[in-house]
């Protein structure tokens, strides 16, 4: 089955159906790969302190675990993006997913090696595995339905990856913290939970290779060809590539130390108090995506957006300035407002992109960079004066999120026009 993207107004509209039924198993199955991929993100957060155990790291050794994946994100979007041009969506999340079980299988000779950095080259091959799957199926899901409620639909696959984001840290203390203080070595604990991560890669691989899926054929201009100069001639797209950009700065940033920002203001507060802190932010991310993805059958994607990027603003100003029960609520009430920011902004800046949009889903990708920039930005600064001055970062993300969402999203009237 081959379909061509229809033209959608310029202006995101709301209501309609989610998918059609024809759509809906592909959907089921596309969905799935939202929720695996949160592991793979969402288990470093157990890996760095691991390792940083594992082989007596300093705090700015251990965060190369977050640069090595992010970094993998980065520099593979764009050839991913490049790739699926020629191979088209369903063969890319194929190419995925075995990159993705290659990185996951290097863990096992890295936990015999012992070896840092051969823990970090596993890393970064799973990333770019990683980036390959977000760029072919977050504009995957939008095409899978109508125009008008592409947003809601990619909101609600992404929840799904807001509940693997809850339940991996549970997976990975099971499996790996817990053991860590058995008669296994410290790097041995990590061959169990990878090689089962490796098993499910290669099972969705398999299940995606003989899947009956659409095949997506973006309408284009017969004079055009997707050169890179295009992507300039669509504005909205450079802006929403920069709110991405701020957006999981934010996002990761604010994640990172929740934990750290608890026991400053509250001194004395143990571990295990400060990370339920932690674990009510990121229920509050999930519940917010199904609440999002709900919301958008009345609102529009961007005045929605635009809602949650001014409760952000906010939420943090107490963060910043206040100590007690409201600054600690501000933490919880950032991860509901940050839910539904990665997809509505990716969704509402592939728009009208036509034959560039493999394009624009790599810069989109790439701008998950931001999550390995401002976190170190807000280290810095918790260096040099304290963690809520770090805050600032945040704010100053959101102000670029809300200003995309009132204005930066709309498509100039010459691009629709050429229904490109």
Known sequence: MSIARPASSSTPQTGGPLTERRYIAPFALITSLFFLWAVGVNLNDILIPHLKGAFHLTDFESSFVQVAFFGGYCLAAWPAGRIMERIGYQRGIVCGLLICATGAFLFIPAAAAGTYWFFLLALFIMACGQSFLEVSSNPYVTFLGPPSSAERRLNLAQSFNAVGAVVTPIFGSALILSRAHSAHSETDVVRLPYLLIVGIFLIMAFMIWSAKLPVIQEESAEEESPRFSGIFAFPHLLKGVAAQFCYVGAQVGVASFVIRYVQHTQPGTLDTVAANYLKLHLVGFMAGRFAGSALMKKIRPAHLLAAFAAGCLVSVLPIIFLHGPLALAGIVLLGFFHSIMFPTIFALSIRHLGPYTKRGSSLEVMA??????????????????????????????????????TKGYKVKAVVAERRV
């Open 368 to 405: 998950i960079l931001g999550g390995a920039i401002f976190p170190a930005i807000m280290g810095k600064i918790s260096d040099a004066s304290d963690i809520q001055h770090a805050f600032f970062i945040p704010l100053a993300c959101y102000i670029v999120v809300l200003y995309f969402a």
